[in-house]
């Protein structure tokens, strides 16, 4: 850091940062846009800056009922990975991460990527078995993973329990070295500034309350800021895409469910990687300012609040205090949560929809912001193109109707809600 960034730091401190621009412009809409994408988000604004950089279009706006960052992009527990079995999956997600390798440089914005490695447990001869074909098929398709042995994970994280007495006995682990995390906020707020430089029109405060039509195709929005004219439109409201796609007539094969998260106080280094299970229904890993992250599984019924339910996150506390006992001391400072797209086979849907001009980009599950780079890049080549990128071909909305569903049950850390 250089002797004036330090000096602007410290002038920054001390007057409450009065003297500081905004990253991004507040600007009116516009009667009309090429390119709308509904919803600020990571994914949103990804597809809006990957327009802009990539396909050369200007004339595209993100409409944000909220504010940036204020859904689920601050709303997750921050994990990178790529670790899928079914190729259609690990394809998408392994592009991602490869983008996640160079995103700070790429947006000359510091998102904090952290490759400190995503850790599987296994804890039965069955876990071992599909972590085993799991690592088998990253492998086939040049993706790391490392099958590692009883002692390789007790010598990686030496605070869990490894003892044949342990709740969940551990017998080992599938390792994705590449994996690991990346700060949510940062992300959102590199894509802002970067899509706004490049002319992007981010509008915040602006709700979708309905569609504009002409015979069967939509072309515009009607918002609380008013009508606007767009030629295509992207939905890309994370756990809000029922109630968006709603408006347009569509009934999608999605339910809107809580996904809860906690931290504890910041301590020393204690946690190494993202550790997570092949059976359990919690993940934990360490954030960069100490504190000890906890997650779990989906509360498993419809809602749209940003609160979920004690039981659900006591039942995470519960598994992950059994892996690593020595964490029961530590004190709980906040709690969150997020409202997410739980499709029907656990895999997201990108494309196009029935309705003419009108495409869609959601039912990420809990797996949605991994893939934000890779969401957005594919998802602007089909808003410029109007046809998928192959990367997300196989995710189309019609799968469901032909029976082409991606169901990657077992292999993520909670399978059971898959």
């Not at 044949?164 to 994705?176: D, M, N, V």
């Not at 940062?186 to 602006?206: P, T």
């Amino acid at each position: 850091m250089s002797r004036y960034s330090a000096l602007g730091l410290l002038r920054g401190a001390l007057n409450g940062q009065k003297h500081w621009q905004p990253a991004w412009r507040d600007p009116e809409p516009k009667s009309h846009y090429d390119i709308i994408v509904i919803g600020g988000g990571g994914h949103g604004l990804a597809t809006a800056y990957y327009l802009a950089k990539v396909h050369g279009l200007r004339n595209i706006a993100v409409l944000e009922k909220g504010w940036i960052g204020g859904g689920n992009t601050g709303r997750n527990t921050t994990i990178v990975r790529s670790n899928y079995r079914q190729p259609a999956l690990h394809n998408l997600f392994e592009f991602g991460l490869k983008m996640w390798e160079h995103l700070s440089d790429e947006l000359n914005y510091n998102v904090m990527f952290s490759p400190r490695g995503s850790l599987t447990l296994g804890h039965s001869d069955a876990d071992m078995t599909m972590l085993a074909q799991r690592g088998d098929a990253m492998r086939c398709s040049g993706i790391d993973a490392e099958l590692l042995t009883r002692d390789q994970v007790a010598k990686m994280e030496p605070l869990l329990d490894m003892s044949r007495e342990a709740r969940f006995p551990i017998q080992g682990a599938l390792l994705q070295g590449r994996g690991g995390t990346a700060r949510h906020d940062a992300v959102a707020w590199g894509y802002a500034r970067g899509a706004d430089s490049l002319g992007v029109d981010i509008i915040q405060k602006c709700e979708v309350t309905g569609f504009v039509w002409d015979g069967k195709a939509v072309v515009g929005v009607e918002t609380t800021r008013g009508r606007i004219g767009a030629g295509r439109i992207g939905i890309c409201v994370a756990g809000h895409s029922g109630h968006v796609a709603g408006l347009a007539g569509l009934k999608l094969p999605i339910e809107s469910q809580t996904l809860q998260a906690m931290v504890t106080e910041g301590v020393k280094p204690m946690i190494k990687s993202v550790i997570q299970t092949q059976s359990l229904h919690c993940y934990i890993s360490q954030s960069d300012k100490g504190g000890i992250v906890f997650g779990g599984d989906p509360d498993n019924w419809p809602s749209y609040a940003q609160r979920g339910n004690p039981m659900i996150m006591e039942g995470a506390i519960a598994q992950g205090l059994a892996l690593v006992p020595s964490l029961s001391r530590l004190r709980m400072v906040r709690t969150w949560s997020g409202v997410t797209d739980m499709s029907f086979d656990g895999s997201p849907i990108i494309g196009e929809t029935p309705v003419q001009n009108l495409f869609l980009n959601g039912g990420w599950c809990y797996g949605g912001f991994k893939a934000t780079p890779a969401s957005g890049w594919t998802y602007a080549y089909t808003l410029a193109n109007g046809k998928p990128h192959k990367l997300n071909a196989p995710f189309a909305l019609d799968r469901f109707e032909k029976g082409a569903t991606i169901d990657e049950t077992g292999t993520g850390p909670m399978p059971n809600s898959r």
